[in-house]
């Protein structure tokens, strides 16, 4: 199933609650949530206490995108304060396994991201140990740039290599996502689809029925 995460950053922070419930009832599944810290990425954006007051207000499917530095520090104020999915990077922990298994035993569903520059490779050793695969389609930190070509190319050789081994992980999409290319994204290979401005810049109700028309028309292709 095509699922469409919409990524708060992009959102108007004055009207959160009612941007998310909008976003939620014009059909998106999952809510993506870039947490950063100023280390692992240049920019700050927010943490637990925003996630908390969040989800006091929708029960929608908490996609949470940590962009931090050592990631494991922190699984359980994350798994805590309401998050579902718990998607840290590749580059950002020298315990890869053992912050799977953290998330893991919290009871919480597991990602691992990477960034341009991280060849698909690198994932092949976690793929079955993890149930959503994030590969950044563009530099992580900033929103608003424009999607990375070649990093579609790293979508392809996730989904063989998760084809290949006979598993049913996610792979989601993260960068510079519109309605005029994320057609690009899915025929690539991957099935959850983050955007950002294109979803909450303007009739959010609107974008998101025209990412969910396009998502839908993808599934009937394949």
């Known amino acids: 199933m095509n699922i ?17 419930r909008e976003a939620e009832h014009a059909g998106a599944r999952y809510l ?28 929608i499917f908490f996609d ?10 922190y ?3 994350f798994a805590d304060c309401g998050a579902d999915l718990i998607n840290f990077h590749l580059e950002a922990t020298e315990d890869v396994t053992g912050t799977i298994q953290k998330i893991r035993f919290l009871g919480k569903k597991v990602g691992i991201t990477i960034s341009p520059h991280t060849p698909a490779k690198a994932l092949e050793p976690y793929l079955k140990l993890v149930d959503m695969v994030l590969v950044m389609t563009v530099k992580p930190g900033f929103g608003g740039q424009k999607l990375i070509p070649e990093c579609l190319d790293k979508v392809r050789e996730v989904r063989a290599m998760v084809m290949e081994k006979g598993l049913r992980t996610d792979i989601e999409v993260d960068g510079g996502i ?18 950002g401005s294109a979803v909450f810049q303007n009739k959010i109700s609107e974008n998101v029925r025209q990412f969910m028309e396009k998502l839908k028309k993808a599934e ?3």
């Open 64 to 73: 949470v995108h940590l962009m931090i530095q050592k990631p494991e520090r």
């Open 178 to 195: 519109r309605l005029d290319n994320v057609d690009l994204a899915l025929e690539a290979g991957a099935n959850v689809v983050v955007a």
């Open 75 to 77: 699984i359980k104020e």
């Open 4 to 20: 469409l995460s919409p990524s708060i950053l992009a959102a108007d922070f004055s009207r959160l609650g009612e941007q998310i």
């Open 32 to 59: 993506h949530i870039d947490v950063m810290d100023g280390m692992f990425v240049p920019d700050i954006s927010f943490g637990m206490p925003v996630i908390l007051s969040i989800r006091h207000c929708s029960d």
């Open 220 to 222: 009937v292709n394949d």
